[in-house]
Structures are given as C-alpha cells and as structure tokens.
DNA sequence: ATACTCTACTAATACGATTTAGTAACACGG
DNA sequence: CCGTGTTACTAAATCGTATTAGTAGAGTAT
C-alpha cells in the first residue's frame, strides 16, 4: 500500500555530480559539440547510475514537441491468428526506431474510432497506422488527416491516404503458376462470394497464370461458394462431377482446401496424386495439420505492418504522398501439389 | 510534403475567449469549485470548438505527474488465437477509464524485456502488466518491483506478485463433471507431457470431479501425449484398446481432441454416440469446424486481461497486494459428449 | 599588453498544462 | 461607513527537460 516516490530529475543528477542541468543534458544526450571534459561525462555518468535515473518522457516530449509514441488503429483484433502479425510487425519496426505502439482496437465501433484518434492525437503521437483485419476498403475518420497517418490492409476509395496491402493478383498467380508448372493444365478456382478485393484480385491472378502460360480460360472451372469449409466442400464436389474434372484445384483460402480435401477423400481422389490443392492464408491449424499438409498463399501480415512504420519514419513528421503499396504473398509449400 | 503547424494551445483558446489561461483551464476540467459564470464557459467553449483545441496530453502529464498510459509487456503475441484475447481484454477495460495501453512483445529476448520496463517507466506509465502467451511461471525483469504491476498468465514462484491466471483445476473439473453429468462412468483423460500448470491443473480438476461424484480412479485410463493432434490420435488409440476402453475422453486441448476424432473414427466409433469427447482452449478453427462440433472449455483470457487493468485501477498508483488471482474456465457446449 | 579564440561549462527561458495564491468589484449586516 | 464575504476572475509558480545565449579562464598571436 505504499505510494511511489518520485523518480530523481536531471537536477539531482546534476547537484550529485556537482554540475548544471544543463550539463548532464549535454552528457546524457550525447552532445559532444558542447564538449564536455571526459572526466565530467564520467562523474555525470555515475551519479546516473547511483540515482538509478531515467530521463521522463513527458518532459522530453514536451519541450522538444515530439512523442516517441505511434497510435496503431485497427477495427478488430485477431480475427484471424495472422492478422495479429500486422501489430507485430508493426511494434518490431517501431522498435528499431525506440518509438512505441499505442494499440486501440475499436471493434468497428464509430465513435470508439474517432474518440481513439483524438486521445491519440492529445497524446502527441508522431503519426497513426489505421488498420482492418481483412484487406478491404474503409473510410477513416475525417480528424486523420491532420496527422502523417498510413492505412494497413486497407485503402480509401479516393486513394486519399498512403496504404499497403497484400498483392493480391500476385498471389492468386503465384498459386495459380505452382500447379501449372506442376504440369496440371485444368486448373479450377474455388472462389469466395464476398465483394472483397480478395475475391477479384487472386481471381484477375488466376486469369493472368493462365493467360500467361498459354492456358486457356475455362468458365465452369470457376466456382463460387461461401468461403468455409462447407463452401470449399461443395465448391469441390461440384467441380469434379464436371464432363472433364480438374486434376487441380486453387481455393480462396485454406478453410475452403479443408473442405476441399473432405470432398476429395469422400471421392476417393487422391491428393495429391489424382487432384492438386492449393490454398490462401496460411493458417497454421488448418495448413500444417491436414494430410497431405496444405501448400498455400501466405499473407505478409507481418511485412505489411513493418512497411507502414517504415514508412512512416522515412518521412520523418511531413504528411507522406498516398503511395498504394503492395506486398507480395510468399508461397508456402508444403505436400498438396 | 507540407510540415504540420502546431497545434494551438490554452494560450490560443485563452486569447481567443478574452479570458485568462487559467480560466480556460478549470472551465477544461470542468472545476466548478472555482465559480465561473456560465457565459464565461460558453465563450470558452466557443473558443475551443472554433479552434478545434485538444490538450496536451504530454504537458498536462508533466504537471499532474500521471500519465494516461499502461505498459503491457507480453513473451510473445498470438502463439495462439485466443490468447490476443487478453490484450484485448486489458485494452477495454483500460479504455473505460480512459487510459491506453503501450504494447511491446518481447518475442522472449530478455534484454528486450529489460529495455521494454525502462522505455515504459521513462514514458511514465502508471502500472504495468506483464504477460505471457501460456499459462506458466516466469521472472519478470526486477525493474518491475519499482511500479505497480500485474502478472497476467503467469506467476512467480515466490507470489510476490499479483497475478491472474486461468483456473485450470475448475477447467478440468467442469470438463471432467460434463462428461459424467452426460452419464458417463469410464472417463479417460489424455493429458499432455509437459510439466506446465495447465497439466497439473486439468489433471488436479479431472481427479476432483471423480472423486466428487464417487467414481473410481483408474490410472489405465490417464495417458500422455505430446499436446498436438498425433498426440491426441495416439493416445485415443491407446485408450480404445484397452480391455474396458472408456466411453468418454476428455482431451488436454483442441489439437489432441482433433487426432482423438480421427483415431475414432479409423475404428468405427462414432462422437458422441458411442464415445464421447471434450476438449480445452475452444480453438474456433477446430472445434467448430470438427464433426461433431466440439465441446470444450475456454481459456477466459479476456476475462483475464479486464481483470489485470480493473485490479491496477482499483489501486490507484498504489502497489497493489500480491493477490493470486484465478478466472473460471467456462464449458462450450457443442455436438462432442 | 591587447585582442582573439577555444574550452568547459552555467543561467535562464520555453514547452503547455495545473494549481496556489491572490485581487478587484460588489453586496450586505451592523 | 467599516468590515466581512462572495463572486468571478487572473498572475505566477511549477512539473522535468532541451536549448539558446552567455561567461570565466586559459592559450595564442601580434
């Protein structure tokens, strides 16, 4: 039940090492232009370290009207498991930089979002990363634009704000390319229903392997289903009652591959022998556990979430220009192909 | 490429109101002890909307030496879905007061640790909570000692800490009574390898429910596997071949109750008819999409991080008293017993 | 001896808020 | 008319640091 006593300040520091303030900033700061006798840094030094002292923040930050601190926006948390690796990659980056990441997650809600923005702003921070757990557009509050402010994972309709996102079209072709030059020719795509920019980008992704081998584009090799194991299930039933079936199948996403493989093993098709499966996401539980293990898509959660930090930081407190970057998704190759 | 102008200050709002600093100041906090007169605080007000005035979270945290800000310095982040959870959790508890969180994940490295607790303490942050990804015993950095702080799914051996963690003991109980609430009698249970308080606890809770309710300890029926689904198939297997195999299988975690599903299901049993299984972690990804939907027991990691942020507040910047805290795992109940 | 430079510091101010200690103007009781 | 209170404010100090503008003293050149 004892209350905290008061950290020292620089003045004790300075009276313990029989100096000015002033001084022990110049020391403690490194300022070797206002050179300091090493004798003095030394004894300096040492009352440092017999105080046990630390610089305060608050000070620092007031005087020289900047805050180590990033705000880090994001609608939800961990809707997925990787979706998280944004935040990582986020922190490891501002990490490098001594910064620190002040996290609200506001479950969507419009006023949780702006009241975040403006305690976040109140609190000095250099600079605000919006984020959504799934690539998608959004509309960010208004107050944003009165701070250098990155959007991760998503983007504004009007390009307005600088954002990085996954490359989508890049991995729906990387997936597409690995069962081609796996030798299959009839490759089907288990798409997702939603109107999402990952359901037009690995499909624009699938059409460009395609054309890009020489391929030809086969309409009932595309299926659209809901993007669940369920959906995956059905979409692959579908499929292989076809005249001529698949010998490869690319699913939206590893959930709908778990029902992929269902309807497989229900047919008695073997993977990957009779048919190829192909995924998106990467998610560890599903990807690693099923048999034969998933190859798949993986998402740069967490070199997206490093990119926005970055940069940030390389335009220092200047509003940075609405760059669109994209990331490209890695291939994670494991037995399925 | 523009840079940002400042922001204006109390001074601005001041000028603006034709009033003193301080008049803007106990109008801003609403100190009525100091009888303003209502028009005075319209204008003022006026002048703060006009303005779009924010305080100076660095200089009002200077002054009243108190920062907004709470540390949460966690091992790692999203080993598992769930356990982001906690971050959330202590995220919203921490927002109703008003107050935000500083994350670091420390990805283990002890010098990071180190590092994180000074960068925190130099931000002035009123408490910190130091977690972990699993339910286990740690050392958190001594600099922790020196600012109220929680353990958040974690402990030190010595309690000198507060702490929260899960309730193994009631999670292997509750898990344990579901199964013979379900009419069961021959209740096995396969527990992990590990020497972690999550194996010693379901097993603690698995032996009270027994006990509780009159029914013989049989050691036959404990195994133990490693804690992923070839552990939970080979120990199922083990199981059913007993010579009295049991009809019920309580599994350690998720993972082990999706190998146990494949094992009973390569022998013809079938869930819950012939042989029923429950889990513990309510992974989404595998016990909703399993067949039958599993039934389990969650980790009340949410719960867990509110707890941490609420028990800090309750004592204001007090050290708070090493108070070994436990949260109840609640059942989910789906499809499996 | 004078002027100038260089070294090694220090005094004082400013950052933007909160808070303490006033104070001017007016009312009211005796 | 004096003393006391109340109302509605304001001036100034303060939090802990960074920075600007000095300054005292030694050395060096002329």
Redesign the pocket.
């Given at each position: 039940m004892t209350t905290r006593e008061?950290?020292?300040?620089?003045?004790?520091?300075?009276e313990r090492a029989?100096?000015?303030?002033?001084?022990?900033?110049?020391v403690?700061?490194g300022?070797d232009d206002?050179?300091?006798?090493?004798?003095?840094?030394e004894r300096v030094w040492a009352a440092v370290r017999e105080l046990n002292?630390?610089?305060?923040a608050?000070?620092?930050g007031?005087?020289?009207?900047k805050s180590q601190l990033i705000g880090l926006i994001s609608d939800e948390i961990a809707t997925t498991v990787y979706a998280v690796q944004m935040v990582l990659g986020a922190q490891d980056a501002a990490w490098e930089q001594d910064k620190l990441l002040l996290v609200v997650s506001t479950g969507g809600n419009e006023e949780i979002k702006n009241r975040a923005v403006r305690i976040m702003l109140e609190h000095q921070v250099s600079s605000i990363i919006y984020a959504t757990m799934f690539h998608r557009p959004a509309r960010p509050p208004a107050a944003l634009r009165t701070i250098p402010c990155v959007m991760l994972d998503c983007y504004d309709q009007e390009h307005t704000f600088p954002s990085v996102v996954p490359n989508e079209v890049q991995g729906g072709r990387t997936a597409t390319e690995t069962l081609i030059q796996a030798g299959h020719r009839r490759i089907a795509f288990i798409n997702n229903v939603d109107p999402i920019p990952a359901t037009f980008g690995r499909f624009a992704g699938y059409r460009e392997a395609l054309a890009l081998h020489g391929l030809p584009y086969d309409d009932s090799l595309v299926v659209h289903a809901s993007s669940d194991s369920g959906g995956g299930y059905l979409g692959a039933m579908t499929l292989m009652q076809l005249p001529a079936p698949p010998t490869a199948i690319f699913c939206f996403n590893d959930a709908m591959a778990m029902g992929a493989y269902d309807a497989l093993r229900k047919l008695g098709r073997a993977i990957p022998d009779d048919v190829a499966v192909i995924g998106f996401d990467n998610i560890e539980l599903i990807a690693a556990h099923l048999y034969p293990p998933l190859t798949t898509v993986r998402l740069p959660h967490y070199e997206m979430g490093q990119w926005a930090v970055n940069f940030l930081a390389e335009h220092g407190d200047t509003f940075p220009p609405p760059v669109q970057h994209r990331v490209d998704c890695p291939l994670i190759s494991r037995a399925s192909v």
């Amino acid at each position: 039940m004892t209350t905290r006593e008061r950290p020292p300040t620089m003045h004790d520091v300075a009276e313990r090492a029989a100096v000015s303030q002033t001084t022990v900033s110049f020391v403690i700061n490194g300022r070797d232009d206002y050179n300091i006798s090493d004798e003095t840094k030394e004894r300096v030094w040492a009352a440092v370290r017999e105080l046990n002292y630390r610089p305060n923040a608050m000070a620092r930050g007031l005087r020289s009207n900047k805050s180590q601190l990033i705000g880090l926006i994001s609608d939800e948390i961990a809707t997925t498991v990787y979706a998280v690796q944004m935040v990582l990659g986020a922190q490891d980056a501002a990490w490098e930089q001594d910064k620190l990441l002040l996290v609200v997650s506001t479950g969507g809600n419009e006023e949780i979002k702006n009241r975040a923005v403006r305690i976040m702003l109140e609190h000095q921070v250099s600079s605000i990363i919006y984020a959504t757990m799934f690539h998608r557009p959004a509309r960010p509050p208004a107050a944003l634009r009165t701070i250098p402010c990155v959007m991760l994972d998503c983007y504004d309709q009007e390009h307005t704000f600088p954002s990085v996102v996954p490359n989508e079209v890049q991995g729906g072709r990387t997936a597409t390319e690995t069962l081609i030059q796996a030798g299959h020719r009839r490759i089907a795509f288990i798409n997702n229903v939603d109107p999402i920019p990952a359901t037009f980008g690995r499909f624009a992704g699938y059409r460009e392997a395609l054309a890009l081998h020489g391929l030809p584009y086969d309409d009932s090799l595309v299926v659209h289903a809901s993007s669940d194991s369920g959906g995956g299930y059905l979409g692959a039933m579908t499929l292989m009652q076809l005249p001529a079936p698949p010998t490869a199948i690319f699913c939206f996403n590893d959930a709908m591959a778990m029902g992929a493989y269902d309807a497989l093993r229900k047919l008695g098709r073997a993977i990957p022998d009779d048919v190829a499966v192909i995924g998106f996401d990467n998610i560890e539980l599903i990807a690693a556990h099923l048999y034969p293990p998933l190859t798949t898509v993986r998402l740069p959660h967490y070199e997206m979430g490093q990119w926005a930090v970055n940069f940030l930081a390389e335009h220092g407190d200047t509003f940075p220009p609405p760059v669109q970057h994209r990331v490209d998704c890695p291939l994670i190759s494991r037995a399925s192909v």
